[in-house]
Structures are given as C-alpha cells and as structure tokens.
C-alpha cells in the first residue's frame, strides 16, 4: 500500500462513518441554527452594529463557532478508535504515522465543510446577499480555519485516553477561543484587558476574514487575518503530526 493509497483510505473511513451517523450531522446544524434564531433574532430586533442588524453581525461568527466546536470535537474519535481496536490495526499497517493523521485529518476537515456548506446556505433564509465568488472565498477561509482546528483536536486526543478527559481539555480550550474572538461583540473600543485577549486569539482573526468578506465590516487587514489563519494551520498540522508519531496504542 503507497502512502497515498493509506491516505485515500483513513479518510474514506472517516467520511463513511460521519455519512452513517445521521444524528451527528443534524446535531452539529441545531446549536449554530439556535444562536442565530434566538440570540440573533432576539437581540437582533433592537440591537444594531455599525449600521448592521444583530443577526447579520453575528452570522460569520456562527459560522466560525460551528467549524471551532465540529473540528476540536472531532479529536474524540481517536480516543473511541482506540477503545475499538480500530486504531491499533491502523498504527501496525504499512503506513507512516504521519499519513495517518493526514487522512483523518482530511477527513474532519471533509466533514467540517459539509456542515459549513449547509450553514453558508443559511444565509440566504436570513436574507444575506452572497454571491458565488463570496460564496467560495468564505469557504476557503472556514476550510483553512477547520485544518487548524481539526489538527489540534487530533493532537489532544492522541494524548488523552478517556473520552471524559478529553472533553474537559477541550471545553477548557473552546469557550476561550469562542467568547474571546469577537464573534457576538465588535472588537473596537474594548477594554485593554479584552483587546488584548481578542488580539492574541489566532480564531479572532478568522471571524474578522468571514466578517469582512459576507458583510464588509473588519478590523484588521486581510493580509493580516489570511497570514494568521496560514500559520495557525501549519502550526497545529505539526503539533498533530508530531503526536501521532509518538502515539502508543
């Protein structure tokens, strides 16, 4: 088996699996849908930002919220391959560690977009104008965002053993990167302390990317955010490739 053909292989698993669950798609839809329905809708009625209605100026941080919490929860299903068997089949092929964790990988990502697709598709129930060309750069940006994040959950559940210890790592990492990302507030006139917690919060720069481009509002350059977004991917593809290789069984 060549490397590309493992590859090809672990991330058909994985889409396979997430198709069969049938739950797991509606679920990651429902709590993105909420916030946008209630919170939004609900603050949206007497609260405007920079001439935007609530609703609208949240929607790209939905969007972010959905890929944050589907791709670090993703890491999970390593610890339940693990407790299967399934992993340890997996680490005695003959394939790399690190062509492993390319394909699942590859496949959180795959699954991450599909759910972004639908909630790009949402946009226009709640009356957003997205052309095709919007459309596609908002995707690339939420893709290149999901290769981070799906990273670092592969790389805290290559170290974790329990799906209980796994989840209390990541709603320790979650919560902050949400709430600290300027996802329901704008990031102008914050106190010094929020500022600078928004500023060193690498998804910040994610939510600021999908602002500007659906609904023109952004607070730092777009050289700024897209540069980000890169590094914050190479990083945690090497934080998550590191881990496998030194992943036991």
Same mark, same amino acid.
């Given at each position: 088996?060549?490397?590309?053909?493992?590859?090809?292989?672990?991330?058909?698993?994985? /889409?396979?699996?997430?198709?069969? %669950?049938? %739950?797991?798609?509606?679920?990651?839809?429902?709590?993105?849908?909420?916030?946008?329905?209630?919170?939004?809708?609900? /603050?949206?009625?007497?609260?405007?930002?920079? &001439?935007?209605?609530?609703?609208?100026?949240?929607?790209?941080?939905?969007?972010?919220?959905?890929?944050?919490?589907?791709?670090?929860?993703?890491? #999970?299903?390593?610890?339940?391959?693990?407790?299967?068997?399934?992993?340890? %089949?997996? +680490?005695? =092929?003959?394939?790399? !560690?690190?062509?492993?964790?390319?394909?699942?990988?590859? *496949? &959180?990502?795959?699954?991450?977009?599909?759910?972004?697709?639908?909630?790009?598709?949402?946009?226009? +129930?709640?009356?957003?104008?997205?052309?095709?060309?919007?459309?596609?750069?908002?995707?690339?940006?939420?893709?290149?965002?999901?290769? =981070?994040?799906?990273?670092?959950?592969?790389?805290?559940?290559?170290?974790? !053993?329990?799906? %209980? *210890?796994?989840? /209390?790592?990541?709603?320790?990492?979650?919560?902050?990167?949400?709430?600290?990302?300027? @996802?329901?507030?704008?990031?102008?006139? +914050?106190?010094?302390?929020?500022?600078?917690?928004?500023?060193?919060?690498?998804?910040?720069?994610?939510?600021?990317? #999908? !602002?500007? @481009?659906?609904?023109? #509002?952004?607070?730092?350059?777009?050289?700024?955010?897209?540069?980000?977004?890169?590094? +914050?991917?190479?990083?945690?593809?090497?934080? &998550?490739?590191?881990?496998?290789?030194?992943?036991?069984?």
């Amino acid at each position: 088996m060549s490397e590309l053909e493992g590859i090809y292989a672990v991330w058909l698993r994985e /889409l396979k699996v997430y198709i069969r %669950e049938k %739950e797991r798609v509606v679920s990651s839809l429902i709590s993105p849908i909420l916030w946008l329905v209630a919170f939004g809708t609900g /603050l949206g009625s007497v609260v405007e930002i920079e &001439g935007v209605n609530y609703q609208t100026y949240i929607y790209p941080g939905v969007l972010v919220m959905s890929v944050l919490f589907s791709s670090l929860f993703y890491g #999970v299903y390593v610890i339940w391959d693990r407790k299967l068997d399934f992993l340890k %089949e997996v +680490l005695v =092929a003959p394939l790399s !560690r690190v062509s492993i964790f390319i394909g699942k990988a590859l *496949g &959180g990502c795959t699954t991450v977009a599909i759910q972004s697709a639908a909630l790009l598709a949402i946009g226009y +129930l709640i009356g957003l104008p997205l052309p095709l060309g919007t459309l596609l750069w908002v995707f690339l940006l939420l893709f290149i965002l999901s290769v =981070a994040l799906v990273s670092l959950g592969l790389a805290i559940g290559a170290n974790m !053993r329990s799906p %209980e *210890g796994f989840m /209390l790592v990541v709603n320790f990492v979650i919560w902050p990167l949400f709430f600290f990302s300027g @996802a329901l507030y704008p990031l102008d006139s +914050l106190p010094v302390w929020l500022s600078g917690a928004t500023n060193a919060n690498p998804v910040t720069y994610g939510v600021d990317a #999908v !602002r500007g @481009a659906v609904i023109g #509002v952004q607070h730092f350059p777009l050289l700024v955010d897209f540069a980000v977004l890169l590094l +914050l991917s190479l990083a945690m593809i090497a934080a &998550g490739a590191w881990s496998f290789r030194r992943m036991h069984d």
